[in-house]
Every structure is written in C-alpha cells, then in structure tokens.
C-alpha cells in the first residue's frame, strides 16, 4: 500500500497516487526528527491517504521555511529569536512536543582517560581556546579536538548561551564545524580527543556524556535532571504550525500530543510533556 524511504535525511511516507489526497512537508531540527519520521510513519498507516515528508538541516531551516511558506510544520531544537518572532507575526503556533538534554559529550578515550565531569567555566575555556590538551583538565596528554556546530543549528544556541553567555558566541578553540546529529556523532565516535554538544539520545558507547560541574555540583545530562530542572543545558523540542494549516497537518500534530505520539517521544529518549 505504501513504501518508505529514507535518504540523505529525508523520510517519505507514500500511499498509492489513486489514494493520496495530501501532502504534509515537515522540515528542520535533526533532534526533533527522530521523533515525527516514527510519528510519520504510524500516522500514515493510520492515515493512507497522507503523504509526509520529513526531512532535517537544522531548527533555523526549519522556522525559515515556515516564514518563507515552503513548508506546512517546521521544528526546532530551540526557542525563535526576537526576529524570527517577528516575520512569523503571531500567525504560527510554537508548540513544545518533548524536553531534552544538550549533553556536553567527549569520545570514549577521553572519558576512560579520567574526564567524567567538567565545570562550565572549563568547558568555556576549551571552547574559547584557553585550554587545547586534555591533560590540562585532568585528563590524557592529547590536543582537544573542539566540535562546533553550524550557527542556525537549535542545539548550538543551547549550548552556547548556557556555557559561553551568549547563543551567538564564537567558539575561537573550535577546529570542526558540524551539522546534524548523526554527523557529530560519527565525529567524536572516529575520535579519541573530541569534545562537542549531541542531544542525550544520540550518546552510546562511543560517544559519552559527561556531567556538568554548576557550583560545586555535578549533574549529568539526563531526563531525570531535566524533569526537575537541574541541568543547566535542557530545552524544549518544538513544532511551528501555522494558523491556517490544513486540517490533516493539524491532526498529525495532535497526534503528536497524543499518547501514542508521546510514547514515540519517550522511545526516543526525550522527555515527554505532562
């Protein structure tokens, strides 16, 4: 009845072109992603007549494409900005789906090396360049590989306003600018030396999370710790739905909501909403 394909990001959910009635163009966060392209696809089961794309390239693609019209959801790994407010001009609903954790996450040598906690003002200072060896912070005797990520990416304005006071700071220590989740990742997994900024489903092995020393106290990136709003990098994972959208785009976000969407959201890893 239908096929589903996923290439380079994208998700495409298609029923038979006798039966497709509507398409639903869903576009942005790579953290959000995970999370609608299942939604997507229980939903088309349910509903053959949809077709649904979903697709990544960051939370400022996503609230850009619903200010520009080429898409009908947008989603975003971070609150908008006073501009972006501004050209959607109150004609789009910012709706919170789920909540997560912006691990500060190193490669496994590193974290067996001995680093399983930095302060803030550490991790400020590996990022700004003043400190570029591991051995510096405790650790192995090995230059930091510092990961930065694209400026419109949701999970850099998190990171970068809770560790260098600004979600608009350069990262002056930062050798490698990366884009999606999953490109980060396969980066500091190939690594021995890396530090960068994952969501907290996106850790495994390879890749691991380390706590974040707040005044003297040490909180690890997990959902508990966003649950009681200890952990200094948590956010929101949003939907941008127009007002007028179409009924079936604002049935999928119901859906979403639902309980079956938000048991997607805790498969997932994130935090559901209450």
């Not at 509507?22 to 392209?37: F, N």
């Not at 080429?70 to 910012?94: C, F, P, Y």
């Not at 230059?143 to 998190?158: L, N, P, Q, Y």
């Amino acid at each position: 009845m239908f096929k589903s394909i996923f290439v380079c990001g994208l998700l495409l959910l298609t029923s038979s072109p006798l039966y497709a009635t509507e398409r639903i163009d869903i576009v942005g966060s790579t953290t959000v992603l995970p999370v609608v392209s299942q939604a997507a696809t229980l939903y088309h089961q349910q509903h053959p007549n949809i077709t649904i794309t979903v697709s990544g390239g960051g939370s400022g693609v996503g609230i850009a494409s619903i200010i520009q019209g080429t898409a009908q959801i947008g989603m975003a790994s971070r609150n908008t900005t006073e501009e972006e407010q501004a050209k959607l001009n109150g004609k789009v609903d910012n709706i919170i789906i789920a909540a997560d954790a912006v691990a500060v996450a190193v490669s496994k040598a590193v974290y067996e090396s001995g680093i399983h906690a930095l302060s803030v003002e550490q991790i400020a200072d590996i990022y700004r360049g003043k400190v570029r060896n591991w051995k510096d912070v405790g650790g192995l005797d090995a230059r930091i590989v510092v990961i930065d990520k694209e400026a419109s990416r949701g999970t850099r304005h998190v990171f970068a306003k809770a560790i260098l006071g600004n979600k608009h700071a350069r990262a002056a220590g930062a050798s490698i600018i990366s884009g999606s989740n999953n490109e980060e990742q396969a980066i500091i997994s190939h690594s021995n030396a890396a530090i960068g900024m994952l969501s907290n489903a996106w850790l495994n092995n390879k890749v691991r999370g380390i706590d974040v020393i707040v005044k003297g106290t040490r909180i690890s990136p997990t959902i508990d710790h966003v649950r009681d709003n200890t952990y200094p990098l948590a956010r929101g994972l949003h939907i941008l739905l127009p007002k007028h959208a179409s009924p079936a785009a604002k049935n999928f976000v119901q859906f979403l909501l639902s309980e079956q969407g938000q048991s997607i959201v805790k498969q997932v890893g994130y935090l559901p909403i209450e």
